[in-house]
């Protein structure tokens, strides 16, 4: 089983919709959750950390937690072409180990 | 505040060479952590620096890699010798402690032909 489960995509949403990313992970220690964006040939840039159960906004971004089912969510509303990108879903125990797992990533295209 | 930096950004080299991958971390940043992604793969976890000293090294996958971090600033990850299956992009990252975000470098792709 691996450590962090991503749909797998790809995913397209027409432009001004709603992109929904999910991510489940396996290890109930984990403390700390994140969403990294990753452009062709760049590095991964963080998006959204969330760390409580329940949403946290940023923007057009919403990272919403459930720990109970170990599952993490980004929502994108009001899509953007240069929301265009591979997402990842990474995990961290936060302890002495201090590893983060990641996800395969989803590929989102937005169609104008 | 200049990022983590990486180099280089490209090597190519044949089976049997020696490569040396060099990470420059955000200052003041204790954790490095190296990373590999391998075409089609997640990122995959190499080994975590705190400081100078290895926290853990379990993501390594044989002695034919070989990282250091010399008092505590940049690191570096050779490759001796290098296999097919190395082939990848190698990525470093750096944070500030525990359940902080990773930073991430521009990551060095090595090609092994």
């Known amino acids: 089983q691996k450590e962090v489960e991503q749909n797998s995509g790809p995913l397209s949403v027409p432009e001004g919709a709603i992109a929904s990313l999910n991510c489940t992970y396996s290890d109930r220690g984990s403390q700390s959750f994140f969403w990294y964006r990753q452009y062709s040939g760049k590095s991964p840039e963080l998006i959204m950390s969330?760390?409580?159960?329940g949403d946290k906004e940023d923007g057009r971004f919403t990272a919403q937690l459930n720990k109970a089912s170990q599952y993490v969510s980004l929502l994108i509303r009001d899509s953007q072409p240069s929301d265009s990108a591979t997402y990842l879903c990474?995990?961290?125990?936060?302890?002495?180990?201090?590893?983060?797992?990641f996800g395969t990533g989803t590929s989102l295209t937005v169609i104008p | 505040e200049a990022g983590v930096t990486q180099f280089p950004s490209h090597s190519v080299i044949e089976k049997g060479q020696t490569v040396t991958l060099r990470c420059d971390p955000i200052s003041g940043h204790d954790n490095l952590y190296w990373y590999r992604r391998v075409m089609g793969k997640e990122i995959k976890f190499l080994l975590h620096f705190v400081k100078e000293s290895k926290q853990d090294e379990s993501g390594m996958p044989n002695n034919r890699f070989l990282a250091e971090r010399t008092g505590g600033t940049y690191s570096t990850l050779k490759v001796q010798p290098a296999e097919l299956e190395d082939s990848g992009v190698y990525f470093c990252a750096t944070n500030t402690g525990y359940n902080s975000p990773l930073h991430f470098g521009n990551g060095t792709r090595l090609t092994v032909t």
């Open positions: 990474a995990v961290n125990r936060g302890d002495t180990g201090n590893q983060f797992y």
């Open positions: 969330i760390y409580s159960n």
